[in-house]
């Protein structure tokens, strides 16, 4: 299939563009490299060294014989160019990683904040009016979250793919209805998720285009099958307070020695997925067609859920690394249950990859490869939600030893 990647220079983007390319498949990428930028904003970088675009795609090129095309394109600002691209490439697949990505990001300053939107909105809307413009009959995969849902919402009921049935009293009984399951975002970032599936709900409806929305759990792991095939291919390794999340981020400092950063309680419960296992249920969801196109195809992303605290202790045992309790800088549930049907891709073939020592252990040789790169002033995180919240910085001094201000 000739495949366009938004996003393929993207943690999750560019190990999917080399698998999608491993398996025959005819990838470009399309990316403004906005990601890269944002480090250099934060002054923090990966903690994995990610070679510049060119390089990487030479590398693949040496390693595999295969091309990966590249297009620098910003999707929220250069409608035109967007256009020209699908008119040119006439992909019969375009995922769709292209957006602002990390919550805490999103709440850090109203600059942030105007950013995550104005990006992922606009980078959304103009690939669906252009889709339609061009008359392209690709398939989109979109990469949703879990965090449309919200958490706590459901109490122990298991969250369904995308939809819910209810009942509506009427004057002559109840009426059935199935409805897009009610938004409940935790932060900006997750409310651009939220707007971007009523623009998928219009587009679907209105102009048939054959839509997946694709609700992905917390990715975790840095490698691949392809990207470990020369370090020139790595991917990039986020463990920052802003970018990082928290499982990668947890082995990261275990293997440094810094105590693991647990938001509170730790009894927030969130759901998972494996890098690995991300690129193969992309595969999946281009390679099996929307069959009703009236609404679109929602998949949830996920192969496991785990609460923050048992996963510190795990790392921790596994690791011998302290837990920290820090004041939670974000607004969320102290505690819930998350129970998340994902029995779609089951039934399309996926073979989950749950948590194991081996993976564990893959994280901490790549943390500990790398320790040397790591800014320990970079790890705590420090965008709240609301002003005046307290944060691990407030409490410094009952903080164990170890944390850098
Ligand atoms: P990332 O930030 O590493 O990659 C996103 C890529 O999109 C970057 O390379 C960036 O430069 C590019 N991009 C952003 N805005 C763009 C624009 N306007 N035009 C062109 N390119 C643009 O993020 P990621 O972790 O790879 O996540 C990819 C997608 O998967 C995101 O949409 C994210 O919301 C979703 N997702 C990620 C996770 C996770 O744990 N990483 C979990 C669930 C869902
Ligand atoms: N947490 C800690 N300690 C840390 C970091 C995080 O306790 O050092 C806690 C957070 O408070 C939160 C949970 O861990 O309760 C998850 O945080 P996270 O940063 O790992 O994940 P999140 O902000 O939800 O965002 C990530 C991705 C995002 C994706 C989302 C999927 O950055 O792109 O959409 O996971 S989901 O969480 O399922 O919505």
Known sequence: MRVLVLGGDGFCGWPTSLYLSDRGHDITVVDNLSRRKIDVELEVESLTPIRPISERLRAWK?????????????????????????????????????EQRAAPYSMRNEKAKRYTVDNNVRATHNLLVAMVTTGIDASLVHLGTMGVYGYGWSGSAPIPEGYLTVKVPTPDGELEREILHPANPGSVYHMTKTLDQLLFAFYAKNDGLRITDLHQGIVWGTQTDQTIRDERLINRFDYDGDYGTVLNRFLMQAAIGHPLTVHGTGGQTRAFIHIRDTVRCIEIAITNPVADTSKPRVLNQITETHRVLDLAKLVGDAMGAEIA??????????ENELIVRNDQFLALGLQPTTLSEGLLEEGRDVAARYRDRADLTKIIARSVWKAGMETAEDLMTELPDGLPN
Do not use: K
Request: glycine share 4%; charged share 30%.
């Open 62 to 98: 040496e390693v595999s014989g295969r091309d990966i095309g590249f297009v620098n394109l910003d999707l929220a600002t250069e409608y035109d160019r967007l256009v020209d691209v699908l008119l040119e490439l006439r992909p019969d697949a375009i995922v769709h990683f292209a």
């Open 325 to 334: 309790y820090l004041p939670n800088p974000r607004r969320e549930a102290d």
